[in-house]
């Protein structure tokens, strides 16, 4: 899974924190691999992170409590966006800042 998370106006260390969050989060329940994750920053600021669901694991988080509130949370701190929206996208080798999970 990659995904870019477009902070809200002011919200740059709460997506930062979630982002740290998230993946243990999953872990824990089981949803996500061991395979470690991997974030980064682009330069507008967008962080990209990059995880691997289990296997059935996408429906079970549609329907755990627990990752709907987390996702809720990313829903008030940041936008979704596509990754083709960012900069570094066009380019043949994409360099983003890493950010320490």
Known sequence: MIVAYRPKPGREEDLD???REHVPCLRALGLVTERPAQAMRAKDGTVVEVFEWANGAI???HNSSRV???????????DYVPLCELPEGAATFAEFEPIAL
């Open 17 to 19: 924190a979630l982002v």
């Open 68 to 78: 709907a509130d987390l996702w809720e949370r990313f829903a008030n701190t940041c």
């Open 59 to 61: 429906e079970a988080a």
